[in-house]
């Protein structure tokens, strides 16, 4: 499965998300990750592109979905909302605590997607 973490600015939430992803699943790599963002300044942004690679889109926050709902509709579907909000900083210990378990929520998804 392919997964892209989608946050604002690319900075803290999606690569942190990626990060973890990277951790959860272990060594195997039986998916691929890549993170962006949804400002004009984000490192890495989202574009038609991106979405069309991804099997999973992962957004932080509905304004994400939102985003995506407006400007790429087709690609609605693949959307699973994680509900973290944009105020950790990029290492901050809380984030990852409040990130691990939908991570794991969604490695779980994954996994049952590639076995069917």
Known sequence: MKVLFV?????????AAETLFHELQGGSGRHEVRSVGTASHAARRI?????????????????HLDAIRQHWPHHVEKVMVLEILDFFLPDEVELRAALEAKIRKLLERCDRRLTA
């Open 47 to 63: 574009t038609t592109r991106e979405l069309a690679w991804a099997d999973v889109i992962a957004v932080m926050e509905p304004r």
């Open 7 to 15: 946050c604002t600015e690319n900075v803290a939430r999606s690569r």
